[in-house]
């Protein structure tokens, strides 16, 4: 068979190279950054980056219309974005994990309420809520992870169910109820941990996609209110200026779409290493 | 003396898509302190959801006990609350079923999974609980006991995990344990070494074993009073030596008859005619009526109530009080 261009280790090695210096760059923003990424410079602005001429001198990345430090502000804008991502991820995890493995363990009337209402929310689309309550209680990173985990919890629930109805039905799962064992210790203990690596891989895709709905939500002026940075409103303001300026949306643009690749990439390499059929585990 | 454990008419069904499957219908029977019973019956008879119903362990739905009573230690255990009956489960009545392949669990090793219901039901600490389970596997006639108590399911033949099984069924001293089928899976010589062992366990720890079976060498050889079923009833219930001398119920007639004998030449085996009858369409009389030689138009009608016939004996058959020789 011939080798594949990616393979599963080099995916893993290169997404997880890519999160792991996207993660360094947000602790390290201050470190990294040589300006204030709030302070203004007018006599500054709209400076290209080092690469073309007229690029001022320190600015590497160029500034923005109000000539702000464009690495700075990328460096910074991280922070938000990898906050809201992972918390999003980790609440709609935890949310969607408990209530389809509930719906799975209980079955009947309880499956039915915690399914039916996944299925609608799955019906509705779920930018459009994150709009509308964001637009109710305004803008901030604490409510876009409140947002965006309670939008995304459906595909944990769904997930989970179906591989908690098929454990369920193992004999040892029998085999423990008849020794009376209470229900979340069973949950807990043999259902569970069956379903750590498809959660593993579910939730780093879901992070790259949180990352992707909270620079989207910025972008659309309902996410992290100006002037904090973040990757998504910096897209928004660079908008503006896309043709005197198109650096400012072109480099923002450019750290959203390598971080999401990378963590898309780590998330398959980590399913084809976590999937037993893949041979070589 | 009373009973330890008395059920009456049990009666345990099915909803499926084809329609109310009765798979336990009103069976009745009595379990003594220290005595080993067997359930033998073909696929389909009732024995296993008989013994799951006694613990009320059948999924519902679909799944439904409709009625009867299960007494135990004074308490009606198809009354109890789900709360109570999980501390009866595991400690007073324990199980084990037919496949120890895949009755532990791949991932935790058997030292864990024996120490789960000594955690949980004695309360005893992670230390102390440990030594137990080294204790109950050399119990259950493992060797290296201590080696194998940290060693993973995979690790471990069919009869090991079965005697594992064993060992985690008696962990907290239950005075009745409940063998679903416990040897089916496993080859001939390893089943007469773990039924060897459910017997020794049984006489040192006086526990009381109900034993589910379709093997009636099995049975000839280690219990000691049988409950035969057919379709979800009991057809007869007698002390294992007068069965097969003489066996009451033609449906069990038949059974014993299709025993190859070692000692008599035939051409074929014996059979018995035509098929179990389908649980959606039960006949209205006798379940064996269809398939039985003797049988008569009052059969048809209703089925007929097990009724005494001789000490410890019951069958349920309308030419019960005929002389045995007409009734060949």
Redesign the interface.
Same mark, same amino acid.
């Given at each position: 068979m011939r080798r594949p261009l990616f393979d599963k280790r080099l995916k893993m090695t290169l997404g997880g190279g890519i999160v792991v210096a996207a993660i360094l760059m947000a602790i390290f923003a201050p470190l990294l950054s040589p300006f204030d990424p709030n302070q203004q410079d007018l006599l500054q602005r709209l400076k290209p980056p080092a690469w073309s001429a007229g690029a001022a001198a320190g600015h590497w990345l160029g500034t923005d219309n109000f000539g702000r430090d464009l690495w700075s502000r990328i460096a910074f804008g991280s922070r938000i974005s990898i906050l809201v991502g992972v918390s999003a991820m980790l609440l709609a995890g935890v949310l969607g994990t408990l209530l389809g493995m509930v719906a799975g363990y209980k079955g009947g009337r309880i499956e039915q309420v915690i399914m039916r209402f996944a299925d609608a929310q799955l019906a509705f689309p779920d930018f459009l809520l994150a709009i509308l309550i964001v637009a109710a209680i305004g803008g901030s990173a604490l409510n876009l992870i409140l947002v965006l985990g309670v939008s995304g919890w459906m595909i944990y629930a769904r997930v989970t169910f179906g591989l908690t109805r098929s454990l369920r039905e193992r004999p040892y799962v029998e085999a423990a109820v008849s020794h009376g064992a209470w229900d979340w210790y069973i949950i807990r203990r043999h259902i569970f941990p069956q379903l750590v690596p498809v959660l593993t891989v579910v939730s780093t895709l879901q992070v790259a996609q949180m990352i992707l709905a909270e620079t989207a939500l910025s972008f659309l002026g309902l996410g992290i209110p100006p002037p904090a940075p973040s990757w998504g409103n910096m897209l928004a303001e660079g908008r503006d200026r896309l043709f005197v300026a198109p650096w400012i949306a072109n480099l923002s643009g450019l750290a959203i779409i390598i971080v999401v690749w990378g963590i898309n990439m780590l998330g398959n390499g980590l399913r084809e290493h976590l999937d037993p059929r893949s041979g070589d585990l | 003396m009373a009973p330890l454990l008395s059920v009456r008419d049990l009666h345990t069904r099915f909803h499926t898509k084809r329609g109310v499957a009765t798979a336990v219908d009103h069976v009745s029977f009595d379990l003594a302190a220290g005595e080993f019973l067997g359930i033998v019956g073909e696929s389909g008879s009732g024995k296993s959801v008989t013994a799951l119903s006694l613990?009320r362990?059948i999924a519902s739905?679909p799944g439904e006990i409709v009625g009867g009573e299960v007494s135990f230690a004074g308490q009606n255990l198809l009354a109890l609350s789900e709360g109570a009956?999980?501390?009866?489960?595991? @400690?007073d009545i324990?199980?084990i079923?037919q496949?120890p392949m895949? %009755?532990? @669990?791949p991932?935790?090793t058997v030292g864990d999974q024996i120490m789960? %219901?000594l955690i949980?039901?004695l309360r005893l600490s992670r230390r102390a609980a440990r030594d137990r389970a080294i204790e109950l596997l050399d119990q259950v006639g493992i060797t290296s006991p201590a080696q194998r108590v940290q060693e993973y399911p995979h690790q471990l033949s069919g009869g090991m995990r079965q005697r594992v099984?064993i060992a985690?069924?008696i962990s907290c001293n239950p005075q009745i344990l409940i063998a679903d089928e416990p040897t089916t899976a496993l080859d001939v010589t390893i089943q007469a070494q773990i039924l060897d062992q459910l017997r020794a366990l049984q006489q040192e720890l006086g526990l009381a074993v109900i034993l589910i079976t379709h093997d009636l060498g099995v049975i000839a050889e280690f219990v000691s009073r049988v409950l035969v079923m057919y379709a979800g009833r009991v057809v007869e219930e007698s002390p294992v030596a007068p069965l097969f001398a003489q066996p009451l119920h033609p449906y069990a007639q038949g059974l014993l008859q299709s025993i190859p004998q070692i000692d008599r030449d035939m051409e074929r085996l014996e059979s018995i005619d035509g098929v179990v009858p389908s649980p959606f369409d039960m006949p209205p009389g006798c379940a064996f009526a269809p398939r039985c030689r003797q049988v008569m138009d009052a059969c048809r009608v209703a089925p007929p109530d097990l009724r005494a016939a001789g000490p410890d004996r019951r069958a349920a058959c309308l030419r019960l009080n005929e002389p045995a020789d007409t009734a060949r």
């Amino acid at each position: 068979m011939r080798r594949p261009l990616f393979d599963k280790r080099l995916k893993m090695t290169l997404g997880g190279g890519i999160v792991v210096a996207a993660i360094l760059m947000a602790i390290f923003a201050p470190l990294l950054s040589p300006f204030d990424p709030n302070q203004q410079d007018l006599l500054q602005r709209l400076k290209p980056p080092a690469w073309s001429a007229g690029a001022a001198a320190g600015h590497w990345l160029g500034t923005d219309n109000f000539g702000r430090d464009l690495w700075s502000r990328i460096a910074f804008g991280s922070r938000i974005s990898i906050l809201v991502g992972v918390s999003a991820m980790l609440l709609a995890g935890v949310l969607g994990t408990l209530l389809g493995m509930v719906a799975g363990y209980k079955g009947g009337r309880i499956e039915q309420v915690i399914m039916r209402f996944a299925d609608a929310q799955l019906a509705f689309p779920d930018f459009l809520l994150a709009i509308l309550i964001v637009a109710a209680i305004g803008g901030s990173a604490l409510n876009l992870i409140l947002v965006l985990g309670v939008s995304g919890w459906m595909i944990y629930a769904r997930v989970t169910f179906g591989l908690t109805r098929s454990l369920r039905e193992r004999p040892y799962v029998e085999a423990a109820v008849s020794h009376g064992a209470w229900d979340w210790y069973i949950i807990r203990r043999h259902i569970f941990p069956q379903l750590v690596p498809v959660l593993t891989v579910v939730s780093t895709l879901q992070v790259a996609q949180m990352i992707l709905a909270e620079t989207a939500l910025s972008f659309l002026g309902l996410g992290i209110p100006p002037p904090a940075p973040s990757w998504g409103n910096m897209l928004a303001e660079g908008r503006d200026r896309l043709f005197v300026a198109p650096w400012i949306a072109n480099l923002s643009g450019l750290a959203i779409i390598i971080v999401v690749w990378g963590i898309n990439m780590l998330g398959n390499g980590l399913r084809e290493h976590l999937d037993p059929r893949s041979g070589d585990l | 003396m009373a009973p330890l454990l008395s059920v009456r008419d049990l009666h345990t069904r099915f909803h499926t898509k084809r329609g109310v499957a009765t798979a336990v219908d009103h069976v009745s029977f009595d379990l003594a302190a220290g005595e080993f019973l067997g359930i033998v019956g073909e696929s389909g008879s009732g024995k296993s959801v008989t013994a799951l119903s006694l613990l009320r362990l059948i999924a519902s739905p679909p799944g439904e006990i409709v009625g009867g009573e299960v007494s135990f230690a004074g308490q009606n255990l198809l009354a109890l609350s789900e709360g109570a009956l999980r501390h009866i489960r595991g @400690n007073d009545i324990a199980m084990i079923f037919q496949e120890p392949m895949t %009755s532990l @669990n791949p991932i935790y090793t058997v030292g864990d999974q024996i120490m789960e %219901s000594l955690i949980q039901h004695l309360r005893l600490s992670r230390r102390a609980a440990r030594d137990r389970a080294i204790e109950l596997l050399d119990q259950v006639g493992i060797t290296s006991p201590a080696q194998r108590v940290q060693e993973y399911p995979h690790q471990l033949s069919g009869g090991m995990r079965q005697r594992v099984m064993i060992a985690m069924a008696i962990s907290c001293n239950p005075q009745i344990l409940i063998a679903d089928e416990p040897t089916t899976a496993l080859d001939v010589t390893i089943q007469a070494q773990i039924l060897d062992q459910l017997r020794a366990l049984q006489q040192e720890l006086g526990l009381a074993v109900i034993l589910i079976t379709h093997d009636l060498g099995v049975i000839a050889e280690f219990v000691s009073r049988v409950l035969v079923m057919y379709a979800g009833r009991v057809v007869e219930e007698s002390p294992v030596a007068p069965l097969f001398a003489q066996p009451l119920h033609p449906y069990a007639q038949g059974l014993l008859q299709s025993i190859p004998q070692i000692d008599r030449d035939m051409e074929r085996l014996e059979s018995i005619d035509g098929v179990v009858p389908s649980p959606f369409d039960m006949p209205p009389g006798c379940a064996f009526a269809p398939r039985c030689r003797q049988v008569m138009d009052a059969c048809r009608v209703a089925p007929p109530d097990l009724r005494a016939a001789g000490p410890d004996r019951r069958a349920a058959c309308l030419r019960l009080n005929e002389p045995a020789d007409t009734a060949r």
